[in-house]
């Protein structure tokens, strides 16, 4: 059935934890630095048009690609951590079964959403906020990236995370890399260079995608024989215990960024009712906002599969270790980006937009309140890469639910009943600081609970 390389094995069982982590972690988040700059590249040449209908337009679609990245953390996210803690406990049989299941599963998946979306696109965006002057460019936008983009992006997401759980991080990295760069270079092609604005910035997308995914078929067929992970449909074969399994910690991930994308539609759409100007801030801000989440999900994934593997072999000692340097490597992005936040909110502004100052003022002012809650999101979202890993489903599914449903959308809309505009931006700040007890009390109980069966276990 095969075996995990004497490489792979070393790094997961006798590396030293800092090196191992930052083994795993450094092209993990170099990959998401580039998929930062490759999502935020379409904001940022849509603003040099200086049109502000068509950068509101860009930040309202950018929802739906939410959608997309919810199917790729369900299956990406619960196979990788499946993937992971079979290779821990040396059930080598399982890997492909559950690698050839995520994968095609969520093709499947995908392809029924883009459907869905075609069909129910024009509501949808009303939904969103999307008024008179952007309706047609969100319309554009959507079509081009999700309805018949849908399909590379998620391939790509699942491929990257497949191969990221066996421990081939720096492949994975080079993948997302690749196609950010990529969409980088055919933006301002499209955009300018062809004169298609919004649209154009849709193409280079989804062609930035279809390569990506070209990449990773090649990178599985240069690594065939030693890759246990496999995209091949002989494998396919939806068991119940790999099926539940992947479900329980893929869809806590897939419910998170579904309710994150209610949340932001929510925003959205109350933010619409003070004017686009308010809404293109808005969006610029919310783009601003992946910087420190693309920094926390590249240290997530990369000790996501160090994390399992040392659960599921009985390594408790290490798991613990690799997961409180990583966390300590989070936080420090979390502050350096909450400084910078505070110090040059209008500079980073400006990145995205600079024909109108009003625009630019506003977005300052939602950047000062949003960079603070940044370190407690780290902390938040690590702990729950703790949950996923170990396989603990109804924590993080509850964690999942605390923070868009029962906190995030209600304080959304009770702040700006009460403060207005302003209040909406605030909301996230309150939501992660409740959260945060949330977690802290969830993450002491498992650690209790775990210590328990540990010391019950008989001595070797």
Excluded at 236 to 260: D, H, K, N, Y
Excluded at 413 to 430: E, R, V
Excluded at 432 to 445: C, D, G, Q, R
Aim: hydrophobic share 50%; proline share 3%.
């Amino acid at each position: 059935m095969g075996e995990l390389s004497a490489e792979k094995l070393y790094i997961f069982e006798k590396m030293k934890v800092p090196g191992a982590v930052m083994k795993l972690v450094v092209p993990s988040v170099l990959s998401q630095l580039v998929t930062l700059i490759y999502n935020v590249a379409d904001t940022f040449f849509v603003g040099r048009t200086g049109d502000t209908y068509q950068v509101a337009a860009v930040s309202m679609a950018y929802t739906l690609y939410f959608v997309l990245a919810a199917i790729g953390s369900l299956y990406g996210i619960g196979g990788g951590s499946l993937i992971s803690r079979y290779l821990g406990a040396r059930r080598i049989d399982r890997v492909k079964k559950a690698s050839s299941f995520s994968f095609y599963a969520s093709l499947l998946t995908t392809l029924a959403v883009s459907i869905l979306t075609y069909l129910t696109l024009t509501p949808v965006l009303k939904v969103l906020g999307a008024s008179e002057n952007t309706f047609g460019f969100c319309w554009d936008y959507c079509f081009w990236v999700v309805v018949i983009g849908g399909l590379p992006t998620v391939a790509a997401l699942v491929m990257g995370h497949l191969l990221r759980s066996e421990g081939y991080s720096r492949q994975a990295g080079f993948g997302v890399a690749f196609g950010g760069i990529l969409n980088i270079l055919l933006d301002p092609v499209f955009i300018f260079g062809l004169h298609m604005g919004v649209k154009g910035a849709a193409i280079a997308t989804l062609i930035s995608n279809v390569l990506a995914v070209g990449y990773y078929l090649l990178t599985f067929r240069a690594l065939r024989g030693k890759l246990l992970v496999t995209l091949s449909p002989a494998h396919f074969r939806p068991e119940r215990e790999i099926v539940g399994q992947v479900f329980m910690i893929g869809m806590p991930a897939f419910i998170s960024t579904i309710l994150t994308t209610c949340a932001n539609t929510l925003s959205f759409n109350l933010i619409s009712g003070y004017g686009d100007v308010p809404v293109a801030a808005f969006g610029v801000t919310k783009k601003m906002d992946l910087i420190p989440m693309s920094l926390c999900m590249g240290i997530a994934n990369g000790i996501l599969p160090l994390i399992a593997y040392n659960y599921s072999s009985g390594n408790h000692r290490r798991m613990r270790a690799s997961f409180w340097f990583g966390m300590g490597i989070g936080l420090c992005f979390g502050f350096l980006y909450l400084a910078a936040g505070r110090l040059f909110g209008a500079e980073l502004v400006r990145l995205f937009i600079t024909a109108d100052e009003t625009t630019v003022a506003c977005g300052e002012s939602f950047v000062h309140v949003e960079c603070l809650a940044v370190p407690f999101m780290v902390v938040n979202n690590l702990m729950n890469t703790m949950f996923q890993a170990m396989g603990k489903g109804v924590p993080s599914l509850i964690l999942s639910a605390c923070r868009s449903a029962l906190l995030k959308m209600p304080a959304t809309i009770l702040m700006n009943a009460l403060i207005g505009l302003i209040g909406i931006i605030w909301s996230q700040f309150a939501t992660e600081t409740a959260m945060l007890i949330v977690t802290f009390s969830l993450f002491a109980w498992l650690m209790r609970r775990l210590k328990r069966k540990t010391d019950a276990a008989p001595a070797e």
